[in-house]
T-cell receptor, first 112, second 114 residues
Framework: DQQVKQNSPSLSVQEGRISILNCDYT??????FLWYKKYPAEGPTFLIS?????DKNEDGRFTVFLNKSAKHLSLHIVPSQPGDSAVYFC???????????FGKGTRLSVIA | DAGVTQSPTHLIKTRGQHVTLRCSPI?????VSWYQQVLGQGPQFIFQ???????GRGNFPDRFSARQFPNYSSELNVNALLLGDSALYLC?????????????FGPGTRLTVT
């Protein structure tokens, strides 16, 4: 049973527009959420995170929103750039010494 | 500073064989975690080691084992390989002991079992 779900396998966006990647989770014990970006032939790279005590975290062009009641988080990229084209993974963890649980990923293509 | 390194980058093995994958963490990082990423899926947690002790284990059979050395590098061993073990094996290191938070991933080892 998937605890972290990314229901959109792929997303295509025009350069300069907003990219919105979505993630849903089922485990209400998750208290920390992360987004990773992965280019081909490279390992995932940490992008941005959010604690469950917050509902928004911003880092430059990247903003993550958390809606705990809906068990939903989203990653906004504004403005989108061709270099943002990659697979984006949502991940979550429980309190304490627990492993990251990843979603299946969403492939973002930013078209120039 | 060098990032997480893994060797080999690619490997082809036959069913029933065993394989050893290696990982060197970022200098100063004492925790190493291993993940398996099957095509079309997200990384799935296998093991986490901190200060040479196993701190976590995912839902993988006993054919999978790992260890961490005094220099904090790590090995992942898989015995009696099955076709379903074909995957990208990722190693991640972190400074803190928990497997969550600020993990830095290596490029992975692509294992193909034929």
């Amino acid at each position: 049973d998937q605890q972290v779900k990314q229901n959109s396998p792929s997303l295509s966006v025009q350069e300069g527009r907003i990219s919105i990647l979505n993630c849903d989770y089922t485990n209400s014990m998750f208290d920390y959420f992360l987004w990773y970006k992965k280019y081909p032939a490279e390992g995932p790279t940490f992008l941005i995170s959010i604690s469950s005590i917050k509902d928004k975290n911003e880092d430059g062009r990247f903003t993550v929103f958390l809606n705990k009641s809906a068990k939903h988080l989203s990653l906004h990229i504004v403005p989108s750039q061709p270099g943002d084209s990659a697979v984006y993974f949502c991940a979550a963890s429980n309190p304490g010494n627990t492993p990251l649980v990843f979603g299946k990923g969403t492939r973002l293509s930013v078209i120039a | 500073d060098a990032g997480v390194t893994q060797s080999p980058t690619h490997l082809i093995k036959t069913r029933g064989q065993h394989v050893t994958l290696r990982c060197s963490p970022i200098s100063g990082h004492k925790s190493v975690s291993w993940y398996q990423q099957v095509l079309g899926q997200g990384p799935q947690f296998i093991f986490q080691y901190y200060e040479k002790e196993e701190r976590g284990r995912g839902n993988f059979p006993d054919r999978f084992s790992a260890r961490q050395f005094p220099n904090y590098s790590s090995e992942l061993n898989v015995n009696a390989l099955l076709l379903g073990d074909s995957a990208l094996y990722l190693c991640a290191s972190s400074f803190r002991g928990g497997p969550s938070y600020e993990q830095y991933f290596g490029p992975g080892t692509r294992l193909t079992v034929t």
